[in-house]
């Protein structure tokens, strides 16, 4: 059983939160994901204090059980929601010619450094929304296949990634950074080959917003992405080669 359970994402609020409160372990985080809905927890107390006073009652918001303060995390699951396609992430032609004259300094792997790429998205966040508590369930759905990175390396250092949950066809894009220029452009563009090559259909960028705009994504009306969400295609292994990103471009 889970707290979603019954939970009509189709009548929730169109922007802003759906529910609040639940457990933030890996089993309710993926039963969330599965809904179309993705975890945003409160940075502290007052940004706890902020949800109760600006959400607390209203309509269409369901409270959850579990948690000792419920309104400590909120789901959301906006409408419309921005996405793209595997094989279509934006590589202005400026970067590609980069790209090329780097063909022999960046390389991508996936899964390689998923911890490392989640400490590098939550370094100076402000407000932290990347707990300690969701990073924990994150490594143990990277464990299990469930979710997954992307790393840029030049040489052996770590300047970029990307990272998010899979769900049957469907892979978030929950959060990115870079070190150099480009290389979280750069690293979504890799997950998208990668997931495509898997048999994925759709990268959900979750935030609508200029910068994932500029990456290609366009909205999806909410009951189309949910249908998407449950279609049966399912996707393989995410190949996790080390490959050069002149194959991008």
Request: neutral net charge; aromatic residues 8%.
């Amino acid at each position: 059983m889970s707290a979603f359970d019954g939970l009509d994402v189709q009548l929730a609020p169109a922007d802003g939160p759906v529910a609040f409160g639940g457990r933030l372990d890996a089993g309710e985080l993926l039963a969330a994901y599965r809904r179309g809905l993705f975890p945003l927890p409160a940075a502290d107390v007052y940004a706890s204090a902020y949800n109760e006073a600006r959400y607390g009652g209203a309509d269409g918001v369901a409270l959850l059980p579990g948690g000792d303060d419920p309104y400590a995390l909120a789901w959301w699951s906006p409408d419309p929601r921005p996405v793209l396609r595997p094989d279509g992430v934006r590589l202005p032609g400026r970067l590609a010619r980069r790209l090329r004259n780097r063909a022999q300094r960046w390389m991508t792997t996936a899964d390689r450094a998923f911890g490392e790429v989640l400490a590098a998205c939550a370094e100076g966040r402000q407000p932290v929304w990347l707990t300690a508590e969701l990073a924990s369930a994150l490594v143990e759905l990277n464990a299990l296949g469930a979710a997954h990175s992307v790393e840029v390396w030049e040489g052996e250092e770590l300047v970029g990634g990307v990272f998010g949950v899979v769900v049957g066809p469907v892979l978030s894009l929950d959060s990115m950074f870079h070190r150099r220029s480009d290389a979280a452009r750069v690293a979504v563009a890799d997950l998208g080959a990668r997931f495509g090559a898997a048999g994925g259909r759709l990268l959900d960028a979750q935030w609508d917003g200029p910068h994932v705009r500029s990456l290609g994504a366009a909205p999806m009306a909410r009951s189309r992405y949910l249908a998407e969400l449950a279609a049966a295609a399912r996707t393989g292994p995410l190949p996790g080669d080390r490959l050069p990103v002149a194959r991008l471009v």
